[in-house]
């Protein structure tokens, strides 16, 4: 099956209402505006809120995604998946938000060897997603927005280099830390 085929496939799939609204959107109608705001606000929200760490900022972060999704709603393509579409804009407008709080990002030589593990092993800690969902709070920006973007947006580490604009090395090194500091935090409470 080509690739067309299957964007298109999807797109069929995609509810009336949805077409609708984007159609709405496209022709700058506030209630086809509000539709859409209604039918994805909570979705986009979350994925924010997992990416900048505290609901003030993922509100306005999801806010600013919003502004954007209607502002660029004519460089969506029919046949794109949508919520994909305009979960890629959140995300990013997420991370930019974390950006602004100017996280450090270690950059380190390409035969950096990775850390060695003390603490807790992983085996040994019973957590569960409550405690996980607090625990990634607690973590800094950094470490926060790479395991965000790595265990809960799905891309691998070359896709967060670039979008991090560092080097896959450290992007794999942040990650290992931010996995074991994740697991200290579970560990102490």
């Not at 800690?125 to 625990?135: C, D, G, L, P, R």
């Not at 926060?144 to 691998?156: A, T």
Request: charged share 30%; glycine share 4%.
């Amino acid at each position: 099956m080509q690739r067309s085929d299957v964007f298109s496939r999807l797109y069929k799939q995609m509810n009336e209402t949805t077409v609708q609204l984007i159609k709405g959107c496209r022709e700058r109608k506030r209630s086809a505006q509000l539709g859409l705001y209604k039918q994805f606000a909570q979705r986009l929200y979350i994925a924010c809120l997992r990416i900048v760490g505290n609901s003030g900022e993922a509100e306005e972060a999801m806010q600013d995604s919003f502004l954007k999704i209607f502002t660029h709603i004519d460089q969506y393509k029919d046949g794109q998946c949508f919520e994909a579409w305009i979960h890629r804009i959140a995300v990013h407008t997420a991370i930019d938000y974390v950006r602004r709080q100017t996280p450090e990002w270690e950059e380190l030589s390409d035969n950096y060897a990775d850390p060695e593990p003390d603490g807790p092993n992983e085996e040994e800690i019973a957590y569960s997603v409550k405690q996980v969902k607090e625990a990634t709070g607690k973590l800094p920006a950094g470490y926060r927005v790479i395991l965000s973007l790595y265990l809960f947006e799905g891309y691998d580490m070359e896709e967060i280099a670039s979008i991090l604009n560092i080097q896959p090395p450290s992007v794999r090194s942040q990650y290992l830390r931010a996995k074991r500091k994740l697991l200290d935090i579970i560990a102490a409470n």
